[in-house]
């Protein structure tokens, strides 16, 4: 899932310092998940921007809505009564969300309550750890089901490099040598044979690095 | 000519043990008489200030349970009460109990305290320790149960001053000493112990000097509700001391006082007063501990000591000369003692505290010899061999320091385990004499406007001397949907409740609300009454405006009265929108499983079996036994062969048990009452209860040539060798024991308990083989707690070396040619000692299962950082699981000696039967419910649980009622607000506080 944190409310705040009403939009996806911007963030994250508002004497009104997902146009079209007469749109969403809220309505001031952070998933409650780095073309047969993408702090791919020292990377003695990893489970399941292929240079035209992407199925596409 | 088996017990002794066993007893179908002597329950456990090793508040913990075993229909409890005789059989007893008159009534005291007020008489309170007074009419403690006074007749003056000032007319001055026949089935004793007598050892100074104190009255001084509201001073000047020293061993491992024993809890509350001293001061404190050997060898107690090294408790091994006065007028202390190389020492205390050892009173020997039981040579009661909790005399069990001195885990357990033998004893009778509540239909009120009552209590004058509760009244009269407001003396008292039930049905109220003290002490007995009127319980709130308003703000009777009518106010708001809340129940499998076919599991199956259910008995290996199988005598010189195979042929003889050898756990689902599980074979079992007792393995040393040498042995191979006559052994000259081989160590950093007492019983037996043999024990602390201590007595007195060692220096062992080379230094002398031994003994840990990781997942309860299965509360719930219905017993739970283990076992059975014993299971409503259109299945819920309740079904989160406990953590956590609590819906919390800040 996407991993997103909330921003610091005085800089959320900010953003909506001219609103006297705003919408403040959650989502029942990802940020649900990680904690960030279900409904229960949602009526906090207005509660608390009332207060603030009321302390320094400019009270706020606040209305708020949890989309099943923002990132379906069907989804927000029910915001479309609420947004009306709101001066702003606050999304707790992925920077999908906050787009597609901007895209859909034009003439409202959309505005980011989350920092959208990385693909991951739990650890442990409260604890979320980047996985994938969308690269477009995946090598984890090749690295035991570890990405050196994402990783690794150099996504090299063929590792490790001198700066892997007792399984840790250099960067930090809290962050896993990936290459480590790789190989300790490589050995584990009798493949270090595979390790000895030399990886050729990635086509990361396929990733981030080719423009913008976009994915389609044709097979499923009506009229 | 057999009498017909009685459904009732005798609990005697109302302490931690008499009320979990009447609780397990009365929960299990059987009527329960408590007779205790004392005005209250509660026992030493109300007295103590913390609880090892979690640090809860002992009487946060313990006051849930007086509640609950006041409140019990079936509970009878007669306190200032003493049984006189028994007569009769087992299954069938008539005893004579004699009752000391209180001279107030229990039922009219209401427990305000005005009479205590009034009384000019003070005296020192007992319950204190001495420090400080009570009146000569009292309550012994806050939270005592029964909620009442009482008039101590040889300190009362007669001056009628309580009578006058007690509005509730409940003294009486006429009471007479009262005597009953009790008939009973069978009796569990539990009479606990009493603290040393300090003075009798001059050279410590108690009683001569202020300063010198015993551990209990610390207890005291550091409690809340102690003689200084906690803080932590001396009595003498009520000065912060700023250097504290304990002195262990104080009327223990004595054998001059004929105290030979050692009484186990010392070591450990020594270590948590000292901590919990540190905490109560933010000056630097210095807590010194001097003792002989540190006894932390419970689950969770090496860590605890080590953490409180940490801390900066300093532990000093010595023996104390004596304590002396300093001249100067500060009345400080001079402590004189020998350190471990012979070296004198003098060190100077603000405050010594006296680490006093626990004996029997002499009022329960006594009794025990009225009742023809047998006592050891220290006067407790001489438990039965490997029964746990048998007494000399059938029918008749005893639980708790009476029977040794330990813990409160230990004694809950025992007190379980006596339960759970008296029911089985009783088995055909169960059921026979316990009563049931019955409540007249619901009216459903759903659809209906909200008629509200507001009855508001003045406790005595508790409330009304504060808060003017007529304008409180007047003001309620006033508040949306409120038909009805009145005042009462004593809203818990029999007339206000039948007027409040009256009340009801004239005004159509739908809605109660009871302004007056703790719904924690409260509630239930409201909640009742309006059922007894025909109403859902959960149409009920309440506001505390005694604990939280008038006694609080006592010399404010302004304002107070202005936050009674806020308080109430709120109430009532969130009164209009309480809903109904539907009883949830489900009805119950009679029939267990047991996992592990060890002694323990064995055990609790037949327990289980005897009481009539089913029960499927799991053995991973091809036949029963498990680790008992290698050990051939107990610690008390029991033939284990023989119980064990008895103990077989039992279980392989039952009609109710059904073995699978060979067998394991494969899947498992449901919940308390109704559980579903295949195993292995592929068979599926209904059961409503389950036991894990899947034990646990000798550990495979990696150290001291184990393994590269026949010479060197683990404590099972040692006692297979000197069986079977083993030349290695029988030709021996001389042999060496160490300890903690794999314990106490770094990546196993618990103590495996049991491993002293062995390796001194085989030091002995090879004693006894071969006088000549030298034998030395390489040990660093020897943990023989209890009596176990007198075994290591006999063993020095036999002549077994005992040379201690430190982890930093740890005995050297090595290959020679025909012998084994160890080298050790001798704590005394300082210098290395060289020891040609022909064998060596490994006290080799005791390790967890590997499977337990996987039965943790499979049945979703959890581990300790150790691996051992860890239960639902370290102190008052040892053998329950957090989720319902799931139960642990013997080494799966943590190292425990044999006898221990089946006291344990047992307890697991008790507290199982207390589930299949009911028709129905009942929860408790005021429950989590997800809406699962909203549900994100993020799994918040599933991983904050403590109880397990949540589960993933369908992709969205389903709590399931009977394992909920309603404490609220999922509905408060839930990231898109699925999960609302029944009785504390968002809108009901927002109405109230918008109530109190309407006017803002």
């Given amino acids: 899932m996407i991993v997103a944190q909330q921003k610091n409310i005085k800089d959320i705040a900010e953003m909506v310092a001219d609103a006297q009403k705003v919408l403040l939009a959650g989502c029942a996806g990802c940020v649900t998940v990680c904690l960030a911007g279900g409904e229960k963030e949602t009526e906090v994250l207005a509660a608390a921007l009332r207060i603030m508002r009321k302390l320094q004497g400019n009270p706020l009104e606040t209305v708020t809505y949890v989309a099943t997902r923002q990132c379906d146009p069907e989804y927000i079209e029910a915001m479309d009564g609420l947004v009306k007469d709101v001066d702003a749109v606050i999304s707790l969403a992925c920077g999908v969300g906050v787009q597609y809220l901007a895209e859909r309505f034009k003439d409202k001031w959309v505005v980011p309550a989350l920092d959208t952070k990385f693909v991951g998933g739990a650890v442990k409650h409260g604890v979320w750890e980047e996985r994938c780095g969308l690269c477009g073309d995946c090598v984890l047969h090749r690295t035991g089901g570890i990405c050196p993408i994402i990783r690794c702090s150099k996504s090299i791919l063929n590792g490790p490099c001198g700066g892997s020292q007792n399984g840790k990377c250099e960067i930090s003695k809290d962050v896993d040598c990936a290459w480590q990893l790789i190989y300790d489970r490589m050995k584990a399941l009798g493949k270090l044979d595979k390790l000895m292929e030399i990886q050729m240079p990635k086509d990361w035209s396929k990733a981030r690095d080719g423009g913008p992407r976009r994915a389609i199925r044709e097979d499923v596409i009506i009229g | ?1000």
């Fill in chain 2, 1 to 1000: 000519m057999s009498t017909a088996k009685v459904g009732a017990v005798l609990v005697v002794g109302g302490g931690i043990a008499g009320i979990q066993a009447s609780l397990d007893l009365a929960e299990s179908g059987y009527f329960v008489y408590l007779v205790e002597s004392s005005p209250a329950i509660g026992g030493t456990m109300a007295m103590l200030d913390k609880t090892f090793p979690t640090n809860d508040c002992s009487m946060c913990i313990l006051s849930p349970k007086l509640v609950e075993c006041g409140r019990h229909l079936n509970i009878k409890i007669l306190t200032m009460a003493d049984v006189v005789d028994v007569r009769g059989e087992p299954g069938n007893f008539t005893v004579t109990v004699r009752q000391r008159p209180r001279y107030v009534d229990v039922e009219k005291c209401k427990g305000c305290g005005e009479c205590a007020e009034a009384c000019p008489i003070e005296v020192p309170s007992e319950f204190n320790q001495g420090i400080g007074e009570r009146k000569a009419i009292y309550k012994p403690y806050a939270q005592a149960y029964p909620n009442a006074y009482v008039i101590d007749k040889e300190n009362c003056i007669e001056c009628g001053s309580c009578e006058e000032a007690c509005q509730a007319g409940a003294i009486d001055h006429s009471m007479a000493e009262e005597t009953l026949e009790l008939n009973v089935g069978a009796i569990v004793l539990c009479p606990g112990f009493e603290k040393f007598d300090a003075s009798q050892l001059f050279y410590y100074g108690y009683g001569r000097f202020p300063n010198v104190i015993t551990s209990l009255e610390f207890e005291r001084i550091l409690s809340a509700s102690g003689p200084f509201q906690g803080h932590m001073v001396r009595p003498y000047d009520k000065k912060e001391p700023r250097r504290i020293a304990w002195i262990q061993c104080v009327g223990s491992r004595n054998f001059r006082l004929d105290h030979g024993y050692c009484s186990s809890v010392c070591c450990m509350y020594a270590i948590k007063e000292a901590i919990v001293a540190k905490e109560h001061t933010k000056e630097p404190l210095e807590t010194t501990i001097f003792f002989m050997d540190m006894r932390t060898y419970g689950k969770g107690f090496e860590k605890y000591y080590e953490r409180a090294k940490e801390q900066g408790v300093r532990f000093v091994r010595s023996r104390i000369y004596e304590i002396t006065e300093v001249e100067d007028g500060s009345k400080n202390l001079r402590i004189r003692y020998a350190n471990e190389d012979g070296s004198i020492s003098v060190e100077e205390f603000d405050l010594v505290v006296l680490s006093v050892g626990l004996e029997p009173s002499p009022a329960a020997r006594e009794l025990c010899q009225r009742l023809g039981l047998e006592l050891n040579r220290y006067g407790f009661v001489e438990l039965g061999s490997f029964t746990g909790i048998a007494t000399s005399r059938p029918g008749i069990f005893v639980a708790g320091a009476f029977c040794g001195p330990k813990d409160i885990p230990e004694t809950v357990m025992q007190a379980s385990a006596a339960a759970g033998e008296a029911a089985t004893l009783l088995a055909e009778a169960r059921g026979t004499l316990v009563r049931e509540k019955e409540f007249p239909p619901e009216k459903d009120v759903r659809g209906e406007e909200p008629r509200i009552g507001v009855f508001v209590c003045h406790c005595g004058i508790n409330i009304g001397s504060v808060v003017r509760v007529p304008e409180v009244v007047e003001m309620a009269k006033n508040l949306p949907h409120v038909v009805y407001a009145g005042e009462y003396l004593y809203a818990c008292s029999q007339d206000s409740q039948a007027a409040m039930k009256q009340i009801i049905d004239e005004y159509k109220i739908n809605r109660v609300v009871v302004a007056s003290c703790s719904p924690r002490t409260h509630r239930p007995l409201f909640q009742e009454t309006i059922r007894e009127a025909g109403l859902n319980k959960a149409l009920f709130e309440m506001a505390n405006i005694r604990d939280q308003c008038s006694w609080v703000h006592m010399n404010e009777p302004d304002k107070a009265t202005e936050k009674a009518k806020d308080l109430v106010k709120m109430a009532v708001a969130k009164a209009a929108l309480l809903e109904p809340v539907p009883q949830i129940s489900a009805g119950v499998t009679k029939a267990a499983l047991v996992v592990g076919g060890g002694v323990s599991g064995m055990t609790s199956a037949l327990s289980l079996a005897d009481l009539g259910y089913q029960v499927h008995l799991v053995e991973k290996e091809g036949e029963l036994g498990g680790v008992a199988r290698r050990i051939r005598e107990g610690l008390k010189g029991e033939d284990v062969p023989s119980f064990l195979r008895s103990l077989i042929e039992k279980v392989k003889a039952h009609p109710k048990i059904e073995l699978h050898l060979g067998t394991e756990v494969k899947e498992t689902a449901g919940y308390v009452g109704n559980f579903v599980t295949t195993l292995t074979s592929g068979k599926e079992i209904q059961h409503g209860v389950t036991v894990i007792a899947t034990g646990a393995r000798e550990y495979k040393p990696s150290e001291y040539l184990y393994g590269e040498s026949d010479r060197v042995f683990t404590q099972l191979e040692l006692e297979e060798a000197l069986a079977q006559g083993d030349p290695r052994v029988s030709g021996a000259k001389t042999a060496v024991l160490i300890q903690c081989v794999g314990s106490r160590e770094p990546e196993r950093p618990y103590c495996s308990r049991i491993c002293c007492a062995k390796s001194v019983k085989l030091a002995l037996k090879l004693k006894e083989q071969n006088p000549q043999m030298k034998v030395f024990v390489l040990y660093r602390d020897i943990r023989t707690y209890g009596f176990l201590e007198d075994l290591y007595l006999e063993a020095r007195r036999k002549g077994v070396i005992f040379i201690r060692y430190t982890p930093e220096n740890k005995p050297v062992v090595e290959k020679a040619d025909g012998f084994i080379r160890v080298t050790a230094t001798d704590h005394v002398l300082g210098v290395p000692v060289i020891i040609e031994a022909d064998i060596l003994g490994l006290a080799a840990a005791i390790v967890p299962q590997e499977t337990n990781h996987q039965l943790s997942q499979l049945f979703k309860v959890p581990l300790n950082e150790d691996g051992f299965f860890l239960e639902a509360h370290m102190k008052l719930r040892p053998v329950d699981f957090a989720s319902e219905g799931i139960f642990l017993a013997g080494l799966a739970h943590g190292p425990k000696n044999l006898e221990e283990n089946i006291a344990q076992a047992k307890a697991a059975a008790g507290r199982a039967s207390t589930v299949l014993s009911k028709k129905v299971l009942e929860s408790h409503g005021m429950v989590a419910v997800v809406q699962q259109d909203k549900c994100a299945a993020c799994l918040t819920c599933v991983r904050l649980c403590a109880y397990n309740a949540p589960r993933i079904r369908n992709y969205a989160a389903y709590i399931e009622p009977l394992l909920c406990q309603g404490c609220g953590t999922c509905a408060g956590e839930c990231p898109n607000k699925a999960i609302t609590l029944h009785g504390y819906k968002d809108h009901m919390q927002m109405a109230l506080s918008g109530a109190l800040f309407k006017e803002v």
